[in-house]
């Protein structure tokens, strides 16, 4: 099989395949683009199971140049293309890429980089003097068939997010897409009709996945945006474009709300809002839900699933697997403890690239434990309340006590005068643990979050209730936009610092 070929398999000829601004392109068109850029990488001399990085904002070239690369028997890569150029180096030394596609505006700087490399991949610009040049190469390129492949070999890698260290690439193999829109067709009863815009991009998991890999697999329209996800953007692209499905984050959703944008969207023609790459907190789910008349269905997947494997589409906040996801759990574990979970799907990754151990400890016989840590429902065994990472899950003053159920009870309590919270755990001078909560006020609301923080904090059990609360102008963020809660412990120990010098 080929994992291109069977995305582009569906969709009718003269439907719409991909919008972008003023740019579109039909199924047809898309197929034989693809056919011919895979041509063109041929001609370039992209071999069977060679890497090929695509660093560049979303865009329908983008999309023809990765599908063309796994038609030619590549395994394509998306790349932030916010990346500074020496994170952009680390990622080409680890993966040692044949090919690097980029458009001309970075081609200079990639190029004058990768030149000091040990073993460079050949720079492909999609105009001007630098690189390759992909718009010849594709004018003198024949259109080429599918490229055939086992369904277990690579066709694709993926980059974790970061948000608790070093990302690591995760290989996925051609049967990546077979059932990429088993959740789209059984849960949001998605159709050939609808059209699917995501605010988060293409190199991210959440977005190739549910909006271009499900989409095309539909034969429905993907709406690509090339600008970075504000409120006023996302208010402006549906009125444009007319999506039927959102795919956005809890963070999104939220500044939508404090800058009114959500109201706007009331009628917008918008049938389901979906959420995913952070957990949903209930506040903003109801407060959307009040908002724009819609609820929000919220999901969880990770970059080695690609598809989401939990959702929940009600207000309980708890978890369920999705269409063709298997759970199970450890042996001989008590039922309502805190606990890792394996998950088995169709979308599932081969594994790491180069990391033996976090192979070993996440990956099993065709099973995925992913290092978040979950509850299983009192009464419902079979749903499960997220609790974080393994290090978000505390034990303070002998009670299980998750950082998430903090800073959800925190969020709740500053509504619209706070952009953002965490917690984390923190040991004290001597060596218990206890909770730190870093915080950023909306601007001008400073004085009104405080008040509301400490009459939140007073109401909570006493096991739960933070020692420390540091009002921060900022919490730091991975590429993608998620908390970077790898660093949380540093944030804390930065504040101590600065207030011991005041």
Partial sequence: MNAAECLLSVGPDEATALECGADRITYRELRDSVRRAAGAWRELGLKVGERVIVFAPDSIEWVIAYLGAMWAGGVAIGVNPRL?????????????????????????????????????????????????????????????????????????????????????????????????????????????????????????????????????????????????????????????????????????????????????????????????????????????????????????????????????????????????????????????????????????????????GAQADSFNDGWFSPGDIFLRAVGDVDRLEFAGRSDDMLKVSGQWVSTLWIEHALSEAGGDAIEQVAAVGVSTHDGLTAISVLAVALPGREDDARRRFEAAIDRLPKYRRPSWVHWVRELPLTATGKLQRSRLRETHDSAIAARELR
């Fill in 84 to 356: 500074g150029l020496s994170d952009l180096a680390a990622i080409l030394a680890d993966s040692e890429v044949s090919y690097l596609w980029c458009e001309v505006d970075a081609a200079a700087g990639v190029v004058a980089m990768t030149s000091t490399l040990p073993t460079p991949p050949a720079v492909v610009s999609t105009e001007g003097d630098a690189g390759i040049a992909w718009a010849a190469a594709l004018a003198g390129a024949a259109e080429i068939e599918p490229i055939q492949a086992v369904e277990e070999s690579p066709a694709l890698w993926i980059g974790t997010s970061g948000t608790t260290g070093i990302p690591k690439g995760v290989i996925h193999a051609h049967r990546v897409a077979v059932e990429p829109h088993s959740f789209a067709q059984r849960v949001l009863h998605l159709e050939a009709h609808d059209r699917l815009y995501s605010t988060s991009k293409l190199f991210f998991a959440y977005a190739l996945a549910n909006s271009l890999f499900a989409g095309l697999r539909l034969g429905a329209a993907i709406i690509l945006d090339r600008e970075r996800p504000t409120p006023e953007r996302v208010q402006a692209m549906v009125a444009r474009h007319r999506p039927t499905v959102l795919f956005t984050v809890p963070t999104l959703y939220n500044k939508m709300l404090q800058q009114g944008v959500a109201s706007a969207l009331r009628g917008c023609g918008v049938r389901h809002y979906m959420s995913a790459g952070e957990a949903l907190p209930g506040r903003v789910r109801s407060a959307w839900e009040g908002a724009t008349g819609q609820s929000i269905i919220s999901g969880y997947g990770t970059s080695e699933t690609l598809s989401l494997v939990l959702y929940c589409d009600d207000n309980s906040g708890l978890l369920r697997p999705t269409p063709l996801t298997s759970v199970r759990y450890i042996d001989g574990l008590d039922a309502h403890a805190p606990q890792r979970i394996w998950v088995h799907n169709p979308a599932l990754a081969l594994g790491y690239w180069r990391r033996p």
